[in-house]
């Protein structure tokens, strides 16, 4: 059975690219469509209709007509605009760190809801609180279990025992923990105090409402930032643009904070 010309579905707009004069090439993450390409045309004109539903950092009902090689925008309302995220340098650099990373780690057209979700709640809780980092590390990890590149924290990799309460590493090539009878096979591997391991296994096995109860100096930030970014990094073996840029947000930061 052939697909029907139009279809409609709820997107959040991850990345635009300009095309021609007027046109721009949309990314959308969809619930079950996942990553699609799409033409807004006209979008970029003063007076268009549409460009204020196809912003960047939007959570919109699209409306799209089958193209040979693009699907095209035909209509568009915003459900949420996540106003804050636009409004504000720091979150509209955590906004765009998230959707970096969504963006890299999938392919179009492969349907995965429970990502879209994690989107979605990660976009509306950067509105609503103050605790971003905190935010960031949860996403990272759930983002992580969808992808299917969830890291192993509860035994090591290596000898499979399960860890005790103690330093040991991580190692991004292992893709998880390595006891420290073991940690000196593997030389790129990162040694983690045992408040980050507690905390990483808590982000990674709860709910954003058990997360959010957390609290996290600035110090366990850093050493969560180092293991979780280097993991990243690694897998997608390259560099993340967004959190060079959000790197140096928090150097700045920290920098006000301790004059």
Not at 48 to 77: C, F, M
Request: charged share 20%; aromatic share 6%; glycine share 4%.
């Amino acid at each position: 059975m052939s697909k029907p010309r139009t279809y409609q579905t709820e997107a959040i707009i991850i990345k635009k690219t300009k095309l021609g004069e007027a046109d721009r090439i949309l990314t959308l993450y969809t619930p079950h469509l996942g990553k699609i390409q799409a033409v807004a045309k006209g979008v970029r004109r003063p007076k268009s209709k549409l460009s204020g539903h196809l912003e960047l950092l939007t959570h919109s009902l699209i409306s799209l007509a089958r193209g040979r090689n693009l699907d095209t925008v035909t209509s568009s309302q915003t459900i949420s605009s996540f106003l804050p995220l636009k409004s504000d340098l720091w979150l509209t650099s955590c906004a765009l760190y998230v959707t970096e990373l969504v963006n890299q780690f999938t392919v179009d057209h492969i349907e995965n809801y429970p990502l879209f979700q994690v989107l979605q709640e990660t976009m509306e809780e950067l509105c609503r609180t103050d605790n971003r980092e905190l935010i960031l590390h949860y996403f990272e990890l759930h983002l992580l279990n969808e992808v299917g590149y969830r890291p192993q924290l509860q035994q090591c990799v290596a000898c499979q025992t399960l860890l005790e309460p103690t330093t040991n590493s991580f190692c991004p090539g292992s893709g998880g923990m390595l006891c420290p009878n073991c940690h000196h096979s593997q030389p790129f591997s990162y040694p983690l105090s045992v408040n980050a391991q507690k905390v990483l296994r808590l982000l990674q096995n709860s709910d954003y409402n058990t997360a959010s109860r957390l609290k996290i100096d600035a110090k366990l930030s850093r050493e969560l930032e180092k293991v979780i970014g280097n993991y990243l990094k690694y897998l997608l073996e390259r560099e993340v643009k967004s959190a060079a840029w959000l790197d140096t947000l928090r150097e700045e930061t920290r920098a006000i904070t301790s004059d």
